[in-house]
């Protein structure tokens, strides 16, 4: 049996004083935390979704994060720090959660928060739901969720980012 590790998310939010979308995952997967960037693993979808909704090229970290900066989309997670065995959000313990009512206080102009993962809206509404700001859910990206496939997926992203 593999041993719970602590972790403590090792990126800053991607964020601009006009995003006024946020888009909050759960916590970065081991290969995010190996390859220093959200959404990392080769075959997550969520750059694929992007490029594909924005028909933007985005293979870089920099293009990733200027697409991200011209249509005003903040990243980040909910999870600042946790116990984990590996990737799946199922296998997360002793979770304390980012400050999103801080970020939400600096960043004033984020009308709306799209959540990644059940995991991330079970949290922010145990958490934050307190908060007066619009929220949606959009269909992880993981390649663990199999479910619904990815033109599906583009689809539902585009009609609730552009």
Known sequence: MQKLSNTTHPFKPIIENNSNILILGSFPSINSFKNSFYYAHKQNQFWKILSNIYNKDIKTKKAKIALLKEKNI????????????????ANLKDIKVNDIELLLKKYKNIKIIFFTSKTAEKLYNKYFSHLHIKTDYLPSPSPAYASITLEIKIKVYKEKLL
């Open 74 to 89: 903040a990243l980040w997670d909910i999870i600042e720090s946790c116990q984990r065995k590996n990737s799946s959000d």
